[in-house]
């Protein structure tokens, strides 16, 4: 990474801090450039831009892919776009600013990278899976959310993040046991389940 890129990367880090806007942790960040490249991923569809750290970061690791990214909170998306224009990469990253839920896309993509609203994680799966090629994966970030999901409900004091963890829980269900996919969870960043259609 050039060194202009890399102190532009920090400050974003930095606004993320501030701003208090989560982006994925380094080491998922790593987990996800890494099986870009080892599985030749080319095209991918984000569902949840926030201010493109994390579209940036693929483009900027991995320069064969394309990324087709989607934000639906005005503030985020405008810094995202702001931050693709600075780092010359609208050729490669496309933003859209719209509910995912409410997208309808026609090209077919390697892999499907949910990093949105937790509580939707099924919805954005069932949505976007006829995008996914024959042969492609669908990768879900935050499925440990800080440490939340494996702890017992009583533990969990505020009353919107036991029903936050419960949704996570039954995605986590919803995939275990969904016949059409070959799920495999990893405890990297703040976990990660990759998803591959199976043969």
């Known amino acids: ?31 996800l ?10 095209k991918i569809l984000e569902i949840g831009t926030a201010i493109g750290y994390s579209a940036i970061m693929m483009a900027i690791t991995c320069p064969n892919v394309s990324i ?43 892999l499907i990278f949910i990093d949105a609203a937790k509580s939707q994680s099924t919805r954005f799966f069932l949505n976007f899976e006829k995008n996914l090629t024959s042969r492609g994966y669908i990768i879900t970030d935050n499925m440990n959310f800080h440490g939340y999901v494996s702890k017992k409900e009583e533990e969990i004091k505020s009353k919107n993040l036991r029903a936050l963890v419960r949704k996570i829980r039954d995605y986590q269900e919803f995939l275990k046991s969904n016949e059409k996919y070959e799920t495999t969870f990893y405890d990297t960043g703040d976990g990660i389940s990759v998803s591959r259609k199976k043969k």
Do not use: H, W
Not at 33 to 42: D, G, L, R
Not at 74 to 80: G, S
């Open 33 to 42: 450039t890494n099986f870009i490249m080892k599985n030749n991923i080319k």
């Open 68 to 110: 087709v990214t989607i934000e639906k909170d005005e503030k985020r998306y405008l810094e995202a776009v702001k931050n693709v224009k600075k780092l010359k990469l609208e050729d490669r990253i496309t933003l859209i600013f719209k509910d995912a839920l409410e997208v309808k896309l026609e090209q077919e993509y390697d």
């Open 1 to 31: 990474m050039v060194g202009s890129n890399y102190s532009y990367i920090k400050e974003m880090k930095e606004y993320a801090l501030a701003e208090n806007v989560p982006i994925i942790q380094e080491d998922g960040l790593s987990f």
